[in-house]
């Protein structure tokens, strides 16, 4: 459908701003992006002198980057060296298992009760990379520390089961009167420069925390921590000759436990821990307690009791405000409906793991492809049995509307069986008028195969369901597949390569569906010299500068090869099994022209190139908003889905446009090929823009020596 193309800039709403307010940073950025942080407010945002050691610590430890690849060989390791030694293994790996595992639910009922609509509150890529490599180190050291532990005092773990009762009582004792001072004096000692510098500094990158930042340590600094905390169930040993496992295994996942609360990043502020009078002030922190010496680096040095602080001068009151500034938590403009895209998504997910929701969308390379779907289609089924869909995080549009994701339970099997596309569809509706009820909301997107034409003809079912429901139909309810914004930047991302006007021809799969359909037309209408082969059996597109083929090899052919619509990688691997490895020079045998495939199916999945040296393989239609150069979004708009960080679908992204400038009509079925100018040009006044493609093959340089020549 086409919407009206006279709007103007000016045209736009003039939405309120709120105070502008940025996001959460990475401590890497310099002192001022810290005092400036919207976690602060007037009365508790440290000085210049308290953070004037920032940049010194920062430096230090930027650059650091683990190497995971191994962490299984690390982790099974134990094993060997129990069997060598003759100690049992059981003890190591049920705390250390344990142990994984309760800090994995914390992350996800952190996520899943406290942090996912705080928009405000947008934790960095590279803080979630940095910490997401390291926060189990210490976890798998401690399984190695306890190995010698295990063969010089096996009575320190295998003591008759008998004494766990009141070695749990001497463990306690010993934790307050020993290893709450020493944490204390040590927490300090690690605050000198020179220890910031080499140790302390590495936890303290993370300015805005999670639950498991309190778990990421430079390497050298668990040493200390060790030695700080052994005595819990070390002095008890010593004194008394008994001691048991067990004991020691709950002490660490209650520490972690407890540990990882002060790490929460939120506000908890009941007066029997806030109260002057109440001993629970001093007794037992709260998570504000402990943000506060991350915002003030040389306050609130305890562990978990605040009374060392108050003793010696270093307590200071520390007031999260973010969440005060939220709006409200009824409101909701606008839902993307969205819908699971195999095993791989479920394990991207920031409530499965929130240091996977950035990044490439990792297939699940251990299960055929259908193996895998039927997996995630009881998956789905089961989820089915108590609810209809799955709601994602909020996000904030231009500072006053808030967008969200939800989910509805389907899975691909859903959009490959014929059969199922009834209830796909019934539950897109059900969904719309829940939402509607609840929150009010009229404006509605359809993600990727919710809009596909064979499930209902690019939304277009959906728009006539709507306006023929009893309760929708007269509620002024839009549906948008944001299909012309996503032609928009497919475009753009081509005519955008230097020197394009001189390619003389280019190759397209994908070319009949709705989106390739478009781009092509706009090509051909724009570059009436350029010639577009199309691999396709059927022809939909008639001009004399167009052909068809069914030979996929084709595509090396020509220059620039453009992909909108997933094949098996199988059939890449058959179609250029020929020329792999071959020259792309003219004077050798079997050259092949082809320099760049740009690719804008979703899920991208890298096609294997091996023996291509001069192909590059990118994925395009990805759109860049950057909180520097636009308020436009704010939050979590960009996880789960192969993205990084502060990125968008431009599908994704034209439904928030249409939201922005009120549209009045829906846009589902065939694209209108005369709006997308009008669409890029919008998304470009709101600070959207292509993301550049990177120059990763082997001539290094300007694009146009790489791609085009």
């Known amino acids: 459908m086409c919407a009206p193309t006279s709007t103007k800039a000016s045209d ?12 959460v940073g990475d401590a890497s950025s310099s002192s001022s992006s810290i005092l400036s942080n919207n976690a602060y407010n007037e009365d508790t945002r440290p000085s210049k002198d308290e953070t004037s050691h920032i ?35 059981y003890a190591i790996y049920a705390i250390g298992i344990a142990r994984i595992i309760s800090t994995r639910l914390t992350l996800t009922l952190h996520y899943l009760f406290f942090d996912k609509d705080n928009y405000l509150n947008k934790l960095p890529q590279k803080q979630l990379e940095r910490e997401g490599s390291d926060y189990l180190v ?14 010089i005092f096996p009575a320190m773990f295998f003591s008759d089961a008998s004494v766990i009762g009141v070695s749990a009582l001497r463990a306690f004792v010993a934790h307050v009167l020993l290893v709450e001072p020493l944490y204390y004096a040590a927490h300090r000692w690690l605050h000198i420069p020179e220890n910031m510098k080499k140790m302390h500094g590495f936890h303290h990158l993370s300015i805005s925390t999670l639950p498991s930042t309190s778990l990421v340590q430079n390497f050298d600094e668990h040493f200390v921590y060790i030695a700080v905390f052994g005595p819990a169930f070390m002095a008890p040993f010593l004194l008394f000759w008994e001691m048991h496992w067990t004991i020691i295994g709950a002490y660490l996942v209650l520490f972690d ?26 007794l037992f922190y709260t998570p504000e307690f402990h943000l506060g010496h991350h915002a003030f680096f040389r306050a609130n040095y305890a562990l978990f009791m605040p009374i060392w602080d108050h003793m010696f001068g270093t307590w200071r009151s520390y007031k999260k405000t973010d969440s005060d500034r939220l709006l409200p938590q009824k409101q909701q403009d606008f839902v993307f409906i969205g819908h699971n895209a195999g095993l791989a998504h479920f394990l991207t997910c920031p409530e499965w793991d929130i240091y996977a929701a950035y990044g490439p969308f990792r297939t699940f390379k251990y299960l055929p492809y259908m193996v895998e779907f039927m997996f995630c289609n009881m998956v789905g089924f089961a989820c089915r049995m108590v609810m209809s869909a799955y709601t994602c995080s909020r996000y904030m549009i231009n500072d006053q509307l808030i967008g969200r994701v939800i989910c509805i339970c389907r899975t691909p099997i859903d959009y490959i069986n014929p059969k199922r596309y009834a209830a796909v569809n019934k539950d897109i509706v059900k969904l719309i008028r829940e939402q509607h009820k609840a929150y009010g909301t009229k404006c509605f997107g359809l993600g ?5 034409k064979q499930v209902n003809d690019g939304g277009q079912l959906i728009s006539d369901m709507v306006k023929a429901d009893p309760y929708l139909k007269d509620k002024d309810v839009h549906v948008w597949t944001g299909d012309t914004m996503t032609a928009a930047s497919v475009y753009h991302q081509l005519i955008d390569l230097p020197d394009f006007d001189k390619i003389e021809s280019i190759f397209f799969v994908g070319a009949n569906g709705k989106i390739g359909n478009a781009v092509c037309k706009q090509l051909l209408a724009n570059y009436p010299k350029l010639k577009i ?8 597109i008639e001009n004399p500068n167009v052909t068809y083929t069914s030979d996929l090899a084709n595509l090396l052919n020509h220059k620039v090869a453009v992909l909108g619509k997933q094949l098996s990688l ?16 003219k004077s050798e045998a079997t050259p092949y022209k082809c320099r760049l495939i740009l690719d804008y199916t979703v899920p991208y999945i890298p096609i294997d190139l091996t023996g291509f040296q001069n192909i590059d393989h990118h ?24 993205l990084e960080q502060h990125q968008i679908y431009p599908c994704h992204a034209g439904c928030i446009i249409n939201t922005v400038y009120e549209r009045k009509t829906d846009e589902v079925g065939e694209i209108c090929v005369k709006d997308m100018m009008t669409m890029w040009k919008r998304g470009m006044e709101l600070g959207l823009k292509n993301r550049p493609l990177p120059i990763n093959g082997p001539v290094k340089g300007k694009l146009l020596d790489h791609y085009v020549k």
């Open 138 to 151: 210490g976890t798998l050291l401690h399984m190695y520390a306890q190995i010698p532990l295990q063969v």
């Open 55 to 89: 940049k010194a610590v920062t430096s230090t430890h930027s650059d650091h980057n683990r190497n995971t690849n191994y962490d299984m060989l690390w982790f099974l390791g134990p094993a060997l060296i129990c069997h060598l030694l003759g100690t049992p293994i």
């Open 570 to 585: 199988r059939k890449y691997a058959k179609a250029l099994a020929p020329a792999r490895g071959a020259s792309s020079r």
């Open 619 to 642: 994925q395009i239609a990805v759109l860049e908003t950057s909180p520097t150069t636009s308020n436009f979004l704010k939050g979590h708009f960009d996880i789960g889905f192969g």
């Open 257 to 282: 436990l407890i540990n990882a609360y002060g790490h929460m990043n939120i506000k908890y502020r009941h007066p029997i821990f806030t109260s002057k009078y109440s001993p629970f002030q001093y």
């Open 533 to 540: 082969e199309i691999y396709s059996l059927s022809h939909t």
């Open 12 to 23: 736009v709403p003039k939405l309120a701003k709120l105070t502008s307010m940025t996001s």
């Open 448 to 452: 990727n195969l919710n809009k596909m």
